[in-house]
C-alpha cells in the first residue's frame, strides 16, 4: 500500500508541473490577443494606422435632452467598427449622459464579443463664468461645473480603465473665435496639471493620456497672439497636442487657398472640385505644420495628432451655392480619402468630425453645415466617402434606428455629381 501511494504522488507531481509548465508557456505566448488588447495603452494606440479614429456623437433628434439609449449606441459602435474605426471621441462627461452610456455600450459588447474594440478619448467640456450668456467673463471660469467635468472623467476613468485611453481637458476652449465659452489658457493648464498629479500618486493610470483638443492657432500654430507663459507650459505637461484643422471653414473665411479663375478652363468641374480638395489638404497639413514647429521649439518630442477635421456635405449660406461653394458629398469623400491617407504615412491620428449627422447643433436652421458633418446620416444613409464600404458588404446586418445601412441618393452616382459646385470665384454653366 505504501508502494501504491508513492506512485501515485509521483504521478501527481509529474501532472502538476505539466500543467505549470503549459502554463508558462502558454503566458508568454506572443499571440495572446486578449492579453495584449488588455494592455494596449495610448502610446500603442494613437498613430497606429490599425486604429482609425473618429468624433463621436450619437445624437438623433434636434435636442440633446433625447439621449440615445444604450442599445442605440451599441448599434452605432457596430456600425463604426464596420469601418476599421476603434477610437472615438466624446465631448462631455456629465451635463448629459452620453458619455456614459457610450461606455456601458462598448463594455457591454466586449462581453458579448470579446474580441470587439473600442477605445475612447474622453472629452471634459470646460468654459468661462456665465458662458452662452451676454454677462460671459472670460477671465474667469465656470468652477462648478467645469469641477464637476473633471471629476466625472476621473471617476469614469477609474470604472473603464480598459476603454478609456485619453482625457481631453477642453474642446476649442482657447481658441479666441469661441467668444461664448472660452477660457484663458491657465484654466486648461490647472486641470491638466490636477490630472498628471493622479497618475503620479496612482489614482489613476499612469497609462492614462492627457491633452486638449483645441483649433490649431490656440497651440501657437497661427499668429504670435496666442504664445504665452500659460500655452508654454501646458504644452510641456500635455502627453500629447490634439490640434483641429478646418478648411471647410476658411473657404469662407480665408478663402484664398480655395479660390481660382475658372472661366476658359476646359476642365470639368469634377477636376476642379479635386484641385480644390487637394488645395484643402495641403492647407490643413499647412496647419499641422506651423503647429509642430512651435510645439516642438517648446517640447521637442512632443506627439501631436489631428484631434478635428472634417467636411460638411450641406449648407445654404456661407458654404453651399450662396457661398464658397465647398459643401456636397463628394468634397467630403475627397477630404476624408485624402486625410487618411496622409495622416496613415505620417503615423498620425485623425479624428475625423464626425460620424454621424446630428441634428441638435443648429435648430434654427435643418440645413446649415453643422447638422451635416456626418459621413452617415442620422437615419442611416451612408453618404458618398462610404458607398464603397457597402458595396464590400462591410455593413450587411447593421442598423441604424432599424434602418439597413444604405448609400445617399440611392446610389446614383450620376445624380450625386450633379450636387457639385466649382470651387472658384468666377463661375461657369
Given at each position: 500500500?505504501?508502494?501504491?501511494?508513492?506512485?501515485?504522488?509521483?504521478?501527481?507531481?509529474?501532472?502538476?508541473?505539466?500543467?505549470?509548465?503549459?502554463?508558462?508557456?502558454?503566458?508568454?505566448?506572443?499571440?495572446?490577443?486578449?492579453?495584449?488588447?488588455?494592455?494596449?495603452?495610448?502610446?500603442?494606440?494613437?498613430?497606429?494606422?490599425?486604429?482609425?479614429?473618429?468624433?463621436?456623437?450619437?445624437?438623433?433628434?434636434?435636442?440633446?435632452?433625447?439621449?440615445?439609449?444604450?442599445?442605440?449606441?451599441?448599434?452605432?459602435?457596430?456600425?463604426l467598427s464596420a469601418i476599421d474605426i476603434k477610437i472615438i471621441r466624446t465631448y462631455y462627461t456629465q451635463q448629459f449622459p452620453h458619455a456614459e452610456r457610450v461606455l456601458q455600450a462598448i463594455r457591454e459588447l466586449k462581453q458579448e464579443n470579446p474580441s470587439f474594440e473600442m477605445y475612447v478619448m474622453l472629452g471634459a467640456w470646460i468654459e468661462c463664468d456665465q458662458a452662452f450668456t451676454p454677462f460671459r467673463d472670460h477671465s474667469k471660469e465656470n468652477f462648478?461645473?467645469?469641477?464637476?467635468?473633471?471629476?466625472?472623467?476621473?471617476?469614469?476613468?477609474?470604472?473603464?480603465?480598459?476603454?478609456?485611453?485619453?482625457?481631453?481637458?477642453?474642446?476649442?476652449?482657447?481658441?479666441?473665435?469661441?467668444?461664448?465659452?472660452?477660457?484663458?489658457?491657465?484654466?486648461?493648464?490647472?486641470?491638466?496639471?490636477?490630472?498628471?498629479?493622479?497618475?503620479?500618486?496612482?489614482?489613476l493610470s499612469s497609462n492614462l493620456w492627457i491633452t486638449s483638443s483645441d483649433n490649431f492657432a490656440s497651440w501657437g500654430g497661427g499668429s504670435a497672439e496666442y504664445h504665452s507663459s500659460h500655452l508654454s507650459e501646458l504644452i510641456k505637461v500635455v502627453d500629447f497636442v490634439s490640434m483641429h484643422t478646418y478648411p471647410f471653414h476658411d473657404t469662407h473665411y480665408n478663402s484664398e487657398f480655395w479660390e481660382?479663375?475658372?472661366?476658359?478652363?476646359?476642365?470639368?468641374?469634377?477636376?476642379?472640385?479635386?484641385?480644390?480638395?487637394?488645395?484643402?489638404?495641403?492647407?490643413?497639413?499647412?496647419?499641422?505644420?506651423?503647429?509642430?514647429?512651435?510645439?516642438?521649439?517648446?517640447?521637442?518630442?512632443?506627439?501631436?495628432?489631428?484631434?478635428?477635421?472634417?467636411?460638411?456635405?450641406?449648407?445654404?449660406?456661407?458654404?453651399?451655392?450662396?457661398?464658397?461653394?465647398?459643401?456636397?458629398?463628394?468634397?467630403?469623400?475627397?477630404?476624408?480619402?485624402?486625410m487618411r491617407e496622409w495622416s496613415n504615412e505620417n503615423e498620425l491620428s485623425c479624428f475625423f468630425f464626425e460620424a454621424f449627422d446630428e441634428p441638435w447643433k443648429d435648430t434654427n436652421d435643418i440645413n446649415a453645415s453643422e447638422n451635416h458633418f456626418g459621413l452617415i446620416t442620422t437615419r442611416g444613409k451612408a453618404k458618398y466617402a462610404l458607398w464603397s464600404a457597402v458595396d464590400s458588404g462591410k455593413f450587411a446586418g447593421l442598423t441604424r434606428n432599424g434602418n439597413p445601412i444604405s448609400k445617399t441618393y440611392s446610389g446614383n452616382e450620376k445624380e450625386l455629381f450633379q450636387t457639385v459646385l466649382i470651387p472658384s470665384k468666377k463661375l461657369t454653366n
Open positions: 500500500m505504501l508502494k501504491d501511494s508513492r506512485l501515485k504522488m509521483n504521478y501527481f507531481i509529474k501532472i502538476s508541473l505539466s500543467f505549470i509548465v503549459l502554463a508558462v508557456l502558454s503566458c508568454s505566448t506572443p499571440a495572446d490577443k486578449t492579453t495584449t488588447k488588455d494592455i494596449m495603452t495610448a502610446e500603442d494606440i494613437l498613430g497606429n494606422p490599425n486604429f482609425q479614429a473618429i468624433s463621436f456623437g450619437g445624437y438623433r433628434e434636434q435636442t440633446r435632452k433625447l439621449c440615445p439609449s444604450i442599445e442605440e449606441l451599441k448599434e452605432d459602435m457596430k456600425v462648478k461645473q467645469n469641477r464637476a467635468e473633471i471629476n466625472k472623467a476621473i471617476e469614469l476613468s477609474k470604472v473603464y480603465p480598459d476603454i478609456i485611453k485619453i482625457i481631453a481637458v477642453g474642446n476649442e476652449s482657447m481658441v479666441h473665435w469661441a467668444e461664448m465659452y472660452s477660457v484663458y489658457p491657465k484654466v486648461i493648464l490647472n486641470y491638466v496639471k490636477q490630472l498628471q498629479k493622479l497618475k503620479k500618486e496612482g489614482e481660382f479663375d475658372s472661366l476658359g478652363s476646359s476642365k470639368s468641374k469634377i477636376q476642379h472640385a479635386k484641385e480644390g480638395i487637394i488645395r484643402a489638404k495641403d492647407y490643413a497639413i499647412s496647419q499641422y505644420e506651423s503647429t509642430k514647429r512651435y510645439v516642438q521649439s517648446i517640447s521637442p518630442e512632443k506627439p501631436i495628432h489631428i484631434g478635428e477635421t472634417g467636411w460638411a456635405t450641406s449648407d445654404h449660406t456661407k458654404y453651399g451655392a450662396k457661398g464658397s461653394h465647398a459643401a456636397d458629398e463628394f468634397k467630403q469623400k475627397l477630404y476624408y480619402d485624402y
